[in-house]
Every structure is written in structure tokens, then in C-alpha cells.
């Protein structure tokens, strides 16, 4: 098969390997679409070290996938689980299903991962890929290919609104247009938020978020946008009534990650996502943290949310086309990764298309 084997940072070679055995509790799967992830950037320059044993290649990047069934081990097989053609999805994050988080079902903070696709294992900018087959989800009618391999960050996505426990009516700040934060958008009003604000550095972005149903946009850095506001907590206080009752942070900008403190107001809740540095912290005055009862999470991966998710994109509550804002066959994915990276142009989520 065709793959991308990412040897050392910057050199990514497009190679013929052979395609993956599958063991008796395996499928393999024909891809279809992956979805350039912000981490697949940082492996490919360097930036973070792989999840092998020695953080380094040879290793087939690529985590958010899509695909064809074309084989299925004689587990999966003998339960009638799957069949060659089922469209499905893959959830890259193998736990080890016997530690005390799995036990509880919280199988994002597993203490023993036994691999995560794309990143300690091959994953998925090649024409096949192999997974255990309790990590491959078929998918509701109506669920494309493209949205399938976005399922992966709108999990992450759908875990970290569940975690803001957004209350009917409230007012919603999130930071950071992203594919992620365009996602929690959507999601928020579709739990029930009242008015969701969406904070960012460019235009482009922010006016994708008002075509998705999100109330306000407000640019924090750019003067001459007709949406730029100096005094954040001000515009959010002039645009709702009030300081927020809800902050989602989607952006690894510690200016972000601090003022999500400023935005928001008595009894609230803040979700931090965005990965920042692992030298950076976060500055929070606890006496006034604990007069205005303030409740701060930090949320992970996307423990238990992958049936509601592929529901969701299936039932059309959310969007995920005007979030894929460019495709690049297997051939180009180190030219978009570097697009992604470097392109001034105006630009949200990459995907790359293996086959159609
Ligand atoms: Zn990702
Ligand atoms: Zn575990």
C-alpha cells in the first residue's frame, strides 16, 4: 500500500509498505479521509515527540480516520460485529480496559495506553489501516466520510461541553474559532445556551462562527475589523448583561487562557482545552476564585462520548462542512501540513483524502 512514513521531523517519505496482518481481534480498514490534526503538526516539525517507546519514527501519522471496512478478524467476525463494506470510523485511543479510570469508565486518563493510531501506532495517511475492533464505529446514515473524520476532535469536542454543564438561557464565552472551538459553538447552542460568543484574532474564522448560528463574534487583535473590541470583559458585559456564566477556551494563547478568568462572572464555570506550553501557567487570584464560587476544568481526550457524536453529526446538530476548509490528496500531506502551518490564506481544518 501507499503510506506516509514520517521518519525524523521535516522528513515525511511517501513510500510502498506492505498492509497491515490483522490479528484475530483485528479489522482492516480501506481509508477514506484524515483529518490534519494540530498535533499531527507538532510531530511532523518536531515540536512534540511521537508516542513510541523512543519518540521517534518510523511511524505512519494521522489520527482522525475514516474508512471502508475490508477485513475483519475472527472475533469481530464470529459476533457478526462487522462486515467488509460497513462505513466506519475509528477511535484512536486503545486503553488498556483493566485499570481503575477504565473500571470507571474514564478511559481518557488510562494509566497503562496500550497504543493511540497515528500517534504511537500507524495510523492513518496510508490506504489501510488496522485497528482493534472495539475502536471502529459504523456509521448512522447520513454521516459522510468528511464528517467521519471529524468525529475524532467533535468528541473531544462534545466531552468538554458536557464538562461546562451548560445551563438553559446562559451565556456562553468561547475563545478560539478553531475547528474545535467552531464545534463547541454549535454544540452549546445545541444544549441550550442563550447567547454564545465567540472570541478570535481573525475575521474569517469568526464569521464561519455567525453562518453556524453563534450570536456575537468578537476580534481581540485586529483594529480594523468591524468586530474588534479592546475591553473584552466590557463588549461581553455590553453584549449580554452580564459577565458569562460559561467560558470554553479552545486556543493554546495564554493571553486566552487568562482573560477567560476576566470574561466571566459569579458561580461560573471555565473548560480549558487549548494545549498550551508545558511551561505555562496559569495565574488565578484564589481569594476572588472562591468569593465568586467559581468552578475551573480542564478536560481530555473524549471518554464516552462516541455514540452521541456520530448521532449528532447524523441527526444535524452540527455543521461540519463549512469547518473543512481544505482537501489534499495522500500524495500532498506534507504540503498540508505545511498549508495548515504557514499559509497566510484565510483557513480552518485540513483534511486528507485517501480515496472517494
Ligand atoms: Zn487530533
Ligand atoms: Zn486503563
Wanted: hydrophobic fraction near 40%; include cysteine.
Amino acid at each position: 500500500m501507499k503510506a506516509q512514513v514520517l521518519y525524523e521531523p521535516n522528513v515525511m517519505k511517501f513510500e510502498t509498505v506492505d498492509i497491515p496482518q490483522i490479528a484475530d481481534n483485528e479489522v482492516l480498514v480501506k481509508i477514506k479521509t484524515v483529518g490534519i490534526c494540530g498535533s499531527d503538526i507538532s510531530y511532523y516539525y518536531g515540536h512534540s515527540p511521537l508516542g513510541t517507546a523512543d519518540g521517534k519514527g518510523p511511524l505512519i501519522i494521522g489520527h482522525e480516520m475514516s474508512g471502508e471496512v475490508v477485513e475483519v478478524g475472527s472475533i469481530p467476525g464470529g459476533m457478526g460485529l462487522f462486515v467488509p463494506g460497513d462505513r466506519v470510523t475509528l477511535n484512536p485511543v486503545m486503553q488498556c480496559n483493566a485499570c481503575p479510570a477504565c473500571l470507571n469508565g474514564q478511559f481518557n486518563v488510562c494509566s497503562h495506553m496500550l497504543g493511540v493510531l497515528g500517534v504511537a501506532n500507524n495510523g492513518g495517511f496510508a490506504e489501510y489501516c488496522k485497528v482493534n475492533y472495539t475502536h471502529v464505529y459504523k456509521l448512522p446514515e447520513g454521516v459522510t466520510y468528511q464528517d467521519a473524520a471529524l468525529a475524532e476532535p467533535l468528541a473531544c469536542a462534545t466531552y468538554a461541553i458536557s464538562q461546562a454543564d451548560i445551563k438553559l438561557g446562559q451565556t456562553v464565552v468561547i475563545f478560539g474559532p478553531g475547528g474545535i472551538g467552531l464545534m463547541m459553538a454549535q454544540l452549546a447552542k445545541s444544549v441550550g445556551a442563550g447567547k454564545v460568543i465567540l472570541v478570535g484574532r481573525r475575521d474569517f474564522p469568526l464569521n464561519v462562527g455567525l453562518k453556524l448560528g453563534v450570536d456575537h463574534v468578537v476580534n481581540v487583535a485586529d483594529t480594523a475589523s468591524p468586530y474588534y473590541a479592546a475591553d473584552l470583559p466590557a463588549k461581553v458585559t455590553e453584549l449580554s448583561g452580564d459577565l458569562a456564566e460559561r467560558c470554553m477556551v479552545a486556543t493554546s494563547n495564554m493571553n486566552a487562557l487568562q482573560e477567560a478568568l476576566a470574561v466571566t462572572g459569579n458561580r461560573s464555570t471555565i473548560v480549558y482545552f487549548g494545549l498550551p506550553g508545558p511551561e505555562d501557567e496559569l495565574k488565578v487570584n484564589v481569594l476572588e476564585a472562591i468569593n465568586k464560587d467559581r468552578i475551573l476544568k480542564f478536560s481530555w481526550l473524549a471518554p464516552g462520548t462516541w455514540d452521541t457524536v456520530l448521532k449528532a453529526i447524523a441527526a444535524k446538530k452540527v455543521s461540519l462542512d463549512e469547518i473543512v476548509t481544505h482537501k489534499f490528496p495522500l500524495e500532498e500531506v506534507e504540503k498540508g501540513i505545511d498549508f495548515m502551518k504557514n499559509s497566510k490564506e484565510d483557513k480552518i481544518k485540513g483534511v486528507i483524502v485517501v480515496s472517494e
